[in-house]
T-cell receptor, first 112, second 110 residues
Framework: KQEVTQIPAALSVPEGENLVLNCSFTDSAIYNLQWFRQDPGKGLTSLLL?????REQTSGRLNASLDKSSGRSTLYIAASQPGDSATYLC???????????FGSGTRLLVRP | SQTIHQWPATLVQPVGSPLSLECTVEGTSNPNLYWYRQAAGRGLQLLFYSVGIGQISSEVPQNLSASRPQDRQFILSSKKLLLSDSGFYLCAWSVRGELFFGEGSRLTVL
């Protein structure tokens, strides 16, 4: 059974810092991995999608990497800003499955 | 571009009352559709998914049901709400493996 873990559960950093959020999964047979952002009381916004054949994806100040063999993905946020404050979730899709398994998220606070 | 609409945004219902949450997707055809629930401290739980009209798969046995009467319409229902049905309900769609969410519906059962 696939399990997804995100560490740390919460993170507080000063503005301008580069930071890394971690996501680990127990079954390396994944179809893809997706990172989301959720603001309080809102739906999830898709940030990056990494296919199983890819090693990383980049969008602006965000870079996500995938290492299937070790069951890990990282989301790198460069030059963090207060507007980056949100909960970040990762989710994996197993092979031949319509289901995504979500981690419990990392709550990020970027202090001005 | 594709958009997803979900309503109502907020709902307060008494125990035992019925429920209907609706979701529509625009700008795409034959999407996979999903209902998730996010309860405080419990993360995202997949409730139902659908790969086509009238095709519904249930992930968690409960007093909720889902229907897909049209290609881009997905409805979450209950005949009698329980206190434990309170939560944040999210509709989502996917095409080519990427998942997109609506803004969510906050349900409080009193």
């Amino acid at each position: 059974k696939q399990e997804v873990t995100q560490i740390p559960a919460a993170l507080s950093v000063p503005e301008g810092e580069n930071l890394v959020l971690n996501c680990s999964f127990t079954d390396s047979a994944i179809y893809n991995l997706q990172w989301f952002r959720q603001d309080p009381g809102k739906g999830l916004t898709s940030l990056l999608l990494i296919q199983s054949s890819q090693r990383e994806q980049t969008s602006g100040r965000l870079n996500a990497s995938l290492d299937k063999s070790s069951g890990r993905s990282t989301l790198y946020i460069a030059a963090s800003q207060p507007g980056d404050s949100a909960t970040y979730l990762c989710a994996v899709r197993a092979d031949s499955s319509y289901k995504l398994i979500f981690g419990s998220g990392t709550r990020l606070l970027v202090r001005p | 571009s594709q958009t997803i609409h979900q309503w109502p945004a907020t709902l307060v219902q008494p125990v035992g009352s019925p429920l209907s949450l609706e979701c529509t997707v625009e700008g795409t055809s034959n999407p996979n559709l999903y209902w998730y629930r996010q309860a405080a401290g419990r993360g995202l739980q997949l409730l139902f998914y659908s790969v086509g009209i009238g095709q519904i798969s249930s992930e968690v046995p409960q007093n909720l049901s889902a229907s897909r009467p049209q290609d881009r319409q997905f409805i979450l229902s209950s005949k009698k709400l329980l206190l434990s049905d309170s939560g944040f309900y999210l509709c989502a769609w996917s095409v080519r493996g990427e998942l997109f969410f609506g803004e969510g519906s906050r349900l409080t059962v009193l």
